[in-house]
């Protein structure tokens, strides 16, 4: 079993920075692969960056956010580093875990959900 539990949300100015936290904790088998989600009301679920730990971290980014947001995973917490925030970015963000021995990107067949954390980023 795996629960997550993100934090670091919070309300900044457009060009702001914010970093995330998601604390994983598990029992048995470890799940590889984490990503960040997010969704804005009346929008779908969209996935934002996801991470893979293999040999070496295998990560994906939406194009959107590309250049401007970091993922990283360090032993059990898994980060969203986002800089030069837009408006757009606005959204509740969760954090998702998945058993896997590949990559999954950023589909949303993730098993594991946290229950989110709120970004606001004014103009």
């Known amino acids: 079993q795996v629960q997550l539990v993100e934090s670091g949300g919070g309300s900044v100015q457009t060009g702001g920075s914010l970093r995330l936290s998601c604390e994983r904790s598990?029992?048995?088998?470890?799940?590889?692969?984490m990503a960040w989600f997010r969704q804005a009301p009346g929008n779908e679920r969209e996935g934002v960056a996801s991470?893979?730990?293999?040999?070496?971290?295998t990560t994906s980014y939406v194009d959107s956010v590309k250049g401007r947001f970091t993922v990283s995973l360090d032993k059990n917490t898994l980060y969203l580093q986002m800089n030069d925030l837009k408006p757009d970015d606005t959204a509740m963000y969760y954090c998702a875990g998945a058993y896997c021995p590949r990559p999954k990107g950023l589909g949303t067949d993730y098993t594991f959900w946290g229950q989110g954390t709120q970004v606001t980023v004014s103009s």
């Open positions: 598990y029992i048995g088998a470890i799940p590889y692969c």
């Open positions: 991470i893979y730990r293999g040999n070496a971290d």
